[in-house]
């Protein structure tokens, strides 16, 4: 509070009050600040403008820096990575986060240009590294680094193995990296690793800080698109190796919902059973502009619906009101776990529902190959982002479901596709028998 603050501030003495704007712990937000415990590697993920360099350049600072100025802090030797030298000289050192900008006159180390690296009063040494140059990192020797951007850098397994062998010194060598998140093997491994810890945050985390004109820009540019969670909220998606969709290629098919759709169907995947602990109850609407041979027919993913439902009546609800809000022409269940007590349950709620039932009699990746491959042809759209379908969507592969628990999103997804786009499609092609 306001009030609260104002007391503080009162309360300080004027060398206090000088040394504050220097205070990181006091000013940082949550994510800028490194988790308690003995770990290796602290990994700081978010979006453009999270502050992630901020965190980066005041955790060196932390390091070296000792309780004066020539007093030896606990790292003397640290290496800065960034994906080129110029980089890392422009934002890790000179950026206006950078560790330059952060360190207070007294503290504040000299940049010598030839040598590439950084020497602090107390004669701790940052040195400058190129992730293009994975064997400039044999030979030397730290105890802390400080690596950026890690994501995007070409030869991030080489870069990040070399420099596993030089974080060698001290008692307990330490590591930051600041990254955006990507899809990337090397970052998956990371955070992977038990003496790995995280923190991450959206760009609005720090929007106190940030353009008020870029946050609009950029949302309404970026609103609804796997390029959104990444950039901007800072969230790692995950495409499973032989993934039978891709992020890119479900980017590529957004589209607004057309005039005219010839159908809408909404789809159920029951979880197994009813209650609070249940698994996620898959609810997917979805249309159909069905005009021509079924091979010209273009279908639009218009809801996830999907919710964790406390008892059965409760999804068949919602399957209900989805309905009601389309228009859907048809419910279509599956009744594999739950046979007829799946009809049972929805006509409790509307006696009256155009319902169909379906049962699988293939494996969840069988069925949904069909599917997939309609979206490789770009006949399938979806009209937003779909954060929690698409990650599933991403984690089914050829061999299974990669992900967590059930994908019940996406076979709910394969139903309602399967009953607009794939049985009328087999049925056009079969051959039709004469009578004679």
């Known amino acids: 509070m306001p009030e609260t603050v104002d007391a503080f501030l009162a309360g300080l003495s004027d060398a206090a009050l000088m040394a504050?704007?220097?205070?990181?712990?006091?000013?940082?937000?949550?994510?800028?600040?490194?988790?308690?415990?003995?770990?290796?590697?602290?990994?700081?993920?978010?979006?453009?403008?999270?502050?992630?360099?901020?965190?980066?350049?005041?955790?060196?600072?932390?390091?070296?820096?000792?309780?004066?100025?020539a007093d030896p802090g606990r790292a003397r030797r640290v290496a800065l990575v960034g994906e080129t030298i110029d980089q890392a000289r422009e934002v890790m050192v000179f950026g206006e986060s950078g560790i330059l900008a952060c360190s207070p006159p007294d503290r504040r180390p000299v940049w010598e240009a030839t040598r590439k690296r950084l020497v602090w009063p107390n004669g701790a040494v940052a040195e400058l590294y190129s992730a293009f140059d994975p064997d400039s990192l044999r030979g030397p020797q730290f105890d802390a680094a400080w690596v950026d951007e890690l994501a995007k850098w070409?030869?991030?397994?080489?870069?990040?193995?070399?420099?596993?062998?030089?974080?060698?010194?001290?008692?307990?060598?330490?590591?930051?990296?600041?990254?955006?998140p990507r899809n990337v093997g090397v970052l998956k491994a990371i955070l992977k690793n038990p003496s790995t810890v995280l923190t991450q945050a959206p760009t609005e985390a720090n929007r106190a800080y940030l353009a008020a004109s870029f946050l609009e820009e950029v949302r309404a540019r970026y609103a609804g698109t796997r390029t959104a969670?990444?950039?901007?909220?800072?969230?790692?998606?995950?495409?499973a190796e032989?993934?039978?969709?891709?992020?890119?290629?479900?980017?590529?098919?957004?589209?607004?919902?057309?005039?005219?759709?010839?159908?809408?169907?909404?789809?159920?995947?029951?979880?197994?059973?009813?209650?609070?602990?249940?698994?996620?109850?898959?609810?997917?609407?979805?249309?159909v502009v069905a005009e021509g041979p079924p091979a010209d027919w273009r279908?639009?993913?218009?809801?996830?619906?999907?919710?964790?439902?406390?008892?059965?009546?409760?999804?068949?609800?919602a399957a209900i009101a989805a309905m009601d809000r389309h228009g859907a022409d048809r419910l279509v269940?599956?009744?594999?776990?739950?046979?007829?007590?799946?009809?049972?349950?929805?006509?409790?709620?509307?006696?009256?529902?155009?319902?169909?039932?379906?049962?699988?009699?293939?494996?969840?990746?069988?069925?949904?190959?069909?599917?997939?491959?309609?979206?490789?042809?770009?006949?399938?759209?979806?009209?937003?982002?779909?954060?929690a379908l698409e990650d599933q969507m991403c984690r089914m592969t050829v061999a299974g479901f990669e992900g967590q628990g059930s994908p019940d999103r996406v076979d709910a997804l394969v139903w309602a596709l399967t009953d607009l786009m794939v049985e009328p499609a087999a049925k056009w092609r079969r051959p039709q028998v004469r009578s004679l």
């Open 20 to 69: 504050l704007p220097w205070l990181f712990e006091f000013w940082a937000l949550p994510h800028q600040l490194p988790p308690e415990g003995a770990w290796r590697t602290w990994v700081v993920m978010g979006g453009r403008g999270a502050g992630k360099t901020r965190a980066g350049a005041e955790w060196v600072r932390a390091q070296v820096e000792g309780a004066r100025a």
């Open 154 to 180: 070409k030869k991030a397994k080489e870069s990040w193995d070399m420099l596993q062998f030089a974080l060698r010194l001290g008692e307990h060598p330490q590591q930051v990296v600041t990254t955006t």
């Open 333 to 387: 269940a599956e009744v594999n776990q739950g046979g007829d007590l799946v009809e049972t349950v929805v006509r409790q709620v509307d006696p009256l529902v155009p319902f169909r039932a379906v049962r699988a009699a293939r494996g969840k990746t069988a069925r949904a190959e069909p599917v997939a491959a309609l979206y490789d042809q770009g006949r399938v759209h979806h009209v937003s982002g779909f954060d």
């Open 229 to 239: 969670r990444e950039e901007l909220d800072g969230v790692l998606l995950e495409e």
């Open 242 to 287: 032989g993934a039978l969709w891709s992020t890119a290629r479900l980017d590529a098919g957004r589209k607004a919902t057309p005039e005219g759709l010839s159908r809408i169907v909404v789809a159920v995947d029951p979880p197994v059973t009813g209650h609070a602990g249940s698994d996620e109850c898959g609810i997917i609407v979805a249309g």
């Open 299 to 317: 279908a639009y993913v218009l809801e996830d619906a999907s919710v964790r439902a406390a008892s059965p009546a409760d999804w068949a609800r």
